[in-house]
């Protein structure tokens, strides 16, 4: 298992800089998810990893060697892109094995490695396919076999289920986290979607603008967000932000209430939408030009256009 640092590290491409001085640690074995949106520089901390963008300042590591002038092919990632990058005239098992053809392995042990492959991970009814005879789940599975066939040091994620329906993504995340955590290899998974960095990270880098907003574990950064940015990006619906006092109160929807109790910080609204989800409720409103929204489990007496007072706990704010 790999641990992966980045020691200051900056990206300028002639007067554009999309990353800038970043620093932060991947350790053995984690599932580090990269999450922000596009064009924050996820993808290309990804590719510097992969040795597919250069290092311009500052040190990119592998368990402590500095990997800023390895070639690509001598840094033993394995990779995943969105568009799966299957080889169209290939069947599904000369696609899987073709990193091993390449290292020029028996075929002995190439036959054997595809074929527990193929086991691992529901593919060997399809071995004789070629991809476009594949759904996009299937063809998602063979490019996640062709990467870890090889039993790389790294496994590298760039936004792998970003074209799958919502269904067959919230099935693939849980079958990719518990294949990472059967193989231990580090894992590094970049996507934009914020749920998706939540349900599958151990840890989590969020970025914006090119630097480092936050890093920490889910739990951490739900709970306590570093900055507005991390609040309102985490979360669904994400946190509230409300103008309080010359300061910025943060409140999560699911910790305010709609009974008082002693001690409450209250909040007078104006009802808007009210959504059921099917197993809670949503419920909109504003507080003086600020949109809040509670999230419950009763609609109660909460209807569009009435008045309401909302409480919350001093606890549960999170002061910014």
């Known amino acids: 298992m790999t641990r992966i640092t980045f020691d200051n590290v900056s990206k300028s491409y002639d007067n554009v800089q999309p990353l800038r001085e970043i620093s932060f640690s991947i350790e053995p074995g984690e599932f580090f998810v990269l999450v922000g949106p596009s064009g924050c520089g996820k993808s290309t901390l990804l590719r510097m990893i992969a040795g597919l963008e250069s290092v311009t300042s500052g040190s990119l590591l592998f368990d402590g060697q500095r990997m800023n002038d390895v070639e690509p092919r001598q840094r033993d990632v394995g990779m995943v892109f969105q568009n799966y990058a299957l080889y169209p005239h290939l069947t599904v098992a000369e696609n899987l094995a073709f990193p091993l053809e390449i290292r020029k392995e028996s075929r002995s042990v190439i036959s ?31 490019a996640v076999g062709r990467a870890i066939i090889r039993r790389p040091r790294v496994f590298l994620f760039d936004e792998p289920l970003s074209n799958l329906d919502a269904q067959l993504r919230t099935h693939m995340r849980t079958e990719l986290r518990s294949l990472q955590r059967e193989l231990g290899v580090t894992t590094v998974y970049v996507t934009h979607d914020q749920v998706e960095a939540m349900t599958m990270s151990d840890r989590m880098a969020i970025l914006n603008g090119g630097a480092i907003q936050q890093v920490g574990t889910p739990a951490e950064i739900y709970d306590r967000p570093a900055n507005t940015f991390v609040a309102s990006f985490t979360g669904s619906p994400p946190m509230n932000l409300i103008p309080w006092n010359g300061r910025i109160l943060g409140v999560r929807p699911e910790r305010i209430q709609s009974t008082g109790f002693e001690g409450a910080l209250s909040l007078p609204v104006t009802i808007g939408a009210v959504e059921f989800i099917g197993h809670e409720w949503l419920i909109h409103a504003t507080h003086d030009n600020t949109s809040i929204t509670m999230r419950c489990h009763e609609q109660g007496s909460a209807s569009p256009g009435k008045s309401a007072v909302w409480y919350l706990n001093h606890d549960d704010a999170r002061w910014f």
């Open 112 to 142: 054997a490695a595809v074929e527990q492959v193929a086991h691992t991970l529901g593919l060997t009814d399809l071995l004789a396919r070629r991809p476009k005879q594949l759904s996009g789940g299937q063809r998602q599975r063979v």
